[in-house]
């Protein structure tokens, strides 16, 4: 998935009636809130179901703790309400800055369509000054819909093309 100013990882999961596309991206600080959105639009064309996880560098007060939105943060939450999309964030800080006249902010979230039921949460488990973000999605794949699949020992079910 090519994009000009994040850096992106995606999959895409076949489902039984339509697939899922799930990206995980970094947006770096400095570029412009533009560009930001037309890369958004790239990743969310013709796609149903897809959600995009990860570092968005932006800070809007709709989710808390930032004392004052950004311009990517203020481009991201008009473009979710123009669009239709859903942010899902967690309620508790994702970075925590060592430096003192910086505050801690939520800067890791979610963006998707076509999926509900998800739910976030920032975990303070490791010695950075991100913390660890758990996000989990209910898929509604049902397993008796689901052909040529191999099942695993731990239960989980996976699509082999």
Known sequence: MHTDVFET???????PTENITICSLY???TPAAQNFIQDLSKIFH?????IVIRD????????????SNTTPGT??????????LVISA??????????????PAIIDLSLSCGLSNIS?????????DHNPVHFVVNFNFN??????????PTGTNFKIS
């Open 56 to 67: 968005f560098n932006a800070k809007h007060r709709s989710w808390k703790r930032s004392l």
């Open 46 to 50: 013709n796609r149903t179901q897809c």
């Open 9 to 15: 990882t995606a999959i895409e999961i076949e489902g």
């Open 90 to 103: 967690p309620s508790d800080p994702t970075i925590i800055p060592s430096q003192q006249n910086r505050v």
């Open 27 to 29: 947006r770096p600080p």
């Open 143 to 152: 397993s008796s819909q689901l052909h040529n699949y191999k099942s695993i």
């Open 120 to 128: 976030v949460e920032s975990r303070c488990e490791l010695s950075s």
């Open 75 to 84: 481009a991201l939450f008009n473009d979710a309400r123009v669009r239709g």
